[in-house]
Nanobody
């Protein structure tokens, strides 16, 4: 079992930055592939980014490539999402996940005003 708790969301103007954090507890964090997803109102939950267990491999949705950076600190059992050059269309609830096991956090709201 893994518990995931996201933080760092908020309201930001277009062009601004936010850094999301996800604290994990339970199962050996350093063995897990971690991911971020987001869900805008009335839309499906979409993949944003993922990172391998050792942090050496990352993957991004085309919509965030070049603006978002996923990273992790296995010593702190944490994964991060640095979001730069934010756009109004980035507005969503952002979720941290271990999709292989079906573990999800409760989400954190990100709102980008124009």
């Amino acid at each position: 079992q893994v518990q995931l708790v996201e933080s760092g969301g908020g309201l930001v103007q277009a062009g601004g930055s936010l850094r999301l954090s996800c604290a994990a507890s339970g199962r050996a964090f350093s063995s897990l592939v971690m991911a971020w997803f987001r869900q805008a109102p009335g839309k499906d939950r979409d993949f944003v980014a993922s990172i391998s267990s050792d942090g050496l491999s990352t993957s991004y949705a085309d919509s965030v490539k070049g603006r978002f950076t996923i990273s992790r600190d296995n010593a702190k059992n944490a994964v991060y999402l640095q979001m730069n050059s934010l756009k109004p269309e980035d507005t969503a609830v952002y979720y941290c996940a271990v999709t292989f096991y079906g573990y999800w956090g409760q989400g954190t709201q990100v709102t980008v005003s124009s």
